[in-house]
């Protein structure tokens, strides 16, 4: 998406009313399903819908146990209960002071997935990556 905020020091994801803080990327995946509409007399050739659409975010960040949007996202994510009612948050991505003409993303998700590397590059940083599928909606508003 062309819109999409480039710089990383202009993107603020919040998680709920948390920011999700220390980001070094943030990627935002959309992908639509097929589905065949074949029947036996349709010919050689396959053909296909359009289906649903999916989003994903992944959002990787300097390790940070004392972040809140980090430690909001972890504990959602390794929450003991199966499924839950409330188990949606809100998600929210653009710049970090939105102007006239900026593109804000919103919908409704929950962590899929998360790791955490560290390395031996000798800046002694570690990183945590997050998955996040999106549920639902997922909305693209222009600021006014």
Same mark, same amino acid.
């Given at each position: 998406?062309?819109?999409?905020?480039?710089?990383?020091?202009?993107?603020?994801?919040?998680?709920?009313?948390?920011?999700?803080?220390?980001?070094?990327?943030?990627?935002?995946?959309?992908?639509?399903?097929? @589905?065949?509409? *074949?029947? #036996? !007399?349709?010919?050689?050739?396959? $053909?296909?819908?359009?289906?649903?659409?999916? /989003?994903?975010? +992944?959002?990787?960040?300097?390790?940070?146990?004392?972040?809140?949007?980090?430690?909001?996202?972890?504990?959602?994510?390794?929450?003991?209960?199966? @499924?839950?009612? *409330?188990? #949606? !948050?809100?998600?929210?991505?653009? $710049?970090?002071?939105?102007?006239?003409?900026? /593109?804000?993303? +919103?919908?409704?998700?929950?962590?899929?997935?998360?790791?955490?590397?560290?390395?031996?590059?000798?800046?002694?940083?570690?990183?945590?990556?997050?998955?996040?599928?999106?549920?639902?909606?997922?909305?693209?508003?222009?600021?006014?």
């Amino acid at each position: 998406m062309s819109d999409f905020p480039q710089r990383s020091d202009e993107v603020v994801l919040k998680y709920g009313s948390d920011v999700v803080g220390e980001i070094q990327s943030l990627s935002m995946n959309v992908a639509g399903n097929e @589905i065949p509409a *074949n029947s #036996f !007399d349709s010919g050689l050739f396959e $053909k296909y819908i359009r289906g649903r659409l999916g /989003v994903t975010l +992944s959002v990787t960040c300097i390790l940070d146990d004392t972040d809140d949007g980090q430690t909001a996202l972890l504990a959602d994510m390794l929450d003991d209960e199966k @499924i839950r009612p *409330n188990q #949606f !948050d809100d998600f929210t991505i653009g $710049k970090s002071e939105p102007t006239a003409g900026d /593109v804000v993303y +919103s919908g409704a998700g929950f962590p899929t997935s998360f790791s955490d590397e560290g390395g031996d590059d000798g800046d002694g940083l570690r990183t945590r990556t997050f998955e996040i599928r999106i549920s639902g909606e997922w909305a693209r508003t222009v600021t006014s």
